[in-house]
């Protein structure tokens, strides 16, 4: 086993205010995929940390949810020496 896969991975949201409810209602829906923290309140940033087995599954609710409304991401955490999430 690689060291760096037991690490929990980090990715930045930003929505808009209004949908932070049900951003958190739609993630919660998705049982035990991440855990979400209100970063900043006022630009509406949210930050989700999941397992490393679990980065695919994020990216698909990601994608899921910015059909819904409207979801932006501010910075995925990488690795060192990873060129990709």
Do not use: H, W
């Amino acid at each position: 086993m690689r060291l760096e896969f037991i690490f929990s991975r980090r990715v930045y949201v930003e929505l808009e205010r209004k949908d932070i409810a049900l951003f958190k209602f739609l993630l919660e829906s998705m049982d035990n995929l991440a855990y979400m923290s209100v970063v900043d309140k006022y630009r509406a940033v949210v930050q989700l940390v999941c397992a490393p087995g679990s980065v695919e599954d994020l990216n698909n609710f990601l994608a899921a949810a910015g059909r819904e409304i409207n979801v932006k991401v501010v910075y995925k955490g990488a690795l060192k020496n990873e060129k990709t999430f």
